[in-house]
């Protein structure tokens, strides 16, 4: 463990800080555990432990949990964060809350997304939860750093950290007969959020284990869609499809894809979760985003 006086930078968060605490302040990593990183090059992230204290601004973050973690916030006066109504677990009467509205309301329903958040400010404590197991993530992000993120794993923002929603622009159509579908394994927006003005925190919730990468220029890899957390806006996405191999080159076989998977070309950071869905592939695929195909 790194000592009072020394300059401890986490390895996941990559910020540095005095490494007195036994967890990064900004992140909530164990600092006294030793970065694994598989043959294959992606690095596990170690879950939040029980009790780490995370600090944004003049507040404080205490994340109590294991199995289902809760994010419990000691708001300063001057602070003030925003979340989907759904994850307020308890707060003190103390504690204002209002309404958030988001721009777009009507694009926003259609895409399925939440129309109203609400924010919460300082002073007194506040607890957000998932309501699901998983993992609490810790995303700090500092002036004019941003991510983006998939939905549904949203929690918590400070209130310095701005966020709009966009297309995903991952997406196929498959045709069985006269009926046409259209699908969507990253979900049809993605959220992109960037701090202003100084250091923010955001917090996310990913079912299972949570491992990260670094892609370096022209890396690519493949994974499920459903898969990705975050990535940052550097790494480029597309479709890649495989089909079994037809006995003969007429066969309609041939064209029935079997498998979808994301790829994600580098350069920058990925994190990706152990729980997924697999994409159902119905029909023939007659149109995509863009993709690249292989025959097996």
């Avoid at 000691?74 to 958030?100: A, G, I, K």
């Avoid at 220029?217 to 790494?235: A, M, N, Y």
């Avoid at 580098?266 to 159902?280: D, K, L, N, T, Y």
């Amino acid at each position: 463990m790194a000592t009072p006086t020394a300059t401890y930078t986490c390895p996941y968060c990559r910020i540095p800080s005095d490494g007195s605490s036994g967890t990064c302040p900004h992140c909530g990593a164990p600092v006294d555990v030793r970065e694994r990183t598989s043959d294959s090059g992606w690095a596990e992230q170690p879950p939040i432990r029980d009790m780490a204290r995370l600090h944004f601004s003049r507040s404080t973050c205490q994340i109590v949990g294991t199995y289902v973690p809760v994010a419990e916030m000691n708001l300063h006066d001057d602070d003030w964060v925003y979340f989907s109504h759904h994850v307020l677990l308890h707060t003190e009467p103390r504690v204002r809350l209002d309404t958030m509205r988001m721009a777009a309301g009507w694009n926003r329903v259609l895409a399925g997304m939440p129309l109203i958040m609400m924010t919460a400010r300082g002073p007194g404590h506040i607890a957000f939860s998932a309501d699901a197991p998983g993992e609490t993530l810790a995303v700090p992000l500092q002036h004019n750093q941003a991510v983006d993120v998939v939905e549904h794993r949203f929690l918590v923002a400070t209130g310095n950290i701005n966020y709009q929603w966009e297309n995903s622009g991952i997406w196929f159509s498959t045709q069985k007969g006269d009926d046409q579908e259209y699908h969507y394994p990253l979900g049809r927006t993605m959220d992109r959020f960037w701090a202003q003005g100084g250091p923010g925190l955001m917090l996310l919730h990913a079912p299972g284990n949570t491992f990260i990468r670094d892609l370096a220029p022209g890396e690519r890899i493949l994974i499920q869609p459903s898969g990705l957390i975050w990535k940052d806006p550097t790494v480029r996405m597309t479709l890649h499809f495989e089909y079994p191999h037809g006995a003969y080159w007429f066969s309609s076989a041939r064209w029935q894809a079997k498998s979808v998977w994301l790829v994600l070309h580098g350069p920058g950071r990925v994190a990706i979760q152990s729980v997924f869905e697999r994409p159902e592939m119905v029909g023939q695929v007659v149109r995509c985003s863009s993709a690249t195909t292989q025959v097996w």
